[in-house]
């Protein structure tokens, strides 16, 4: 069965850092596309960060230079280091993986950037 999990959300002040996990399991194959978006109050889901085939990456214009998505292969887990936090990065983010036959969210994780 495919999972996908996230984890390492929380509260923190503006400026402040947090790093998220996502762990996939299950999937037939390879997973080809590890991926972070978020969904704030009242707004669509957006990406936020997409890493393609372990190498290439993608960021929203939002959060370049302050995020850093990544990807142990081994562990089928992708991490997004969030820095230099905003209130408005305040979301729930959650993570998509993707294989060639079967793509999955997680549950999404929570993150509260206070002013």
């Known amino acids: 069965q495919v999972q996908v999990e996230e984890s390492g959300g929380g509260l923190v002040q503006a400026g402040g850092s947090l790093r998220l996990s996502c762990a996939a399991s299950g999937f037939s194959g390879s997973i080809n596309v590890m991926g972070w978006y978020r969904q704030a109050p009242g707004k669509q889901r957006e990406l936020v960060a997409v890493?393609?085939?372990?190498?290439?990456?993608n960021y929203a214009d939002s959060v370049k230079g302050r995020f850093t998505i990544s990807r142990d292969n081994a562990k089928n887990t992708a991490y997004l280091q969030m820095n230099s936090l905003k209130p408005e990065d305040t979301a729930v983010y959650y993570c998509n993986a993707a294989s060639l036959y079967k793509a999955a969210w997680g549950q999404g994780t929570r993150v509260t950037v206070s002013s």
């Open positions: 890493i393609i085939s372990g190498s290439r990456i």
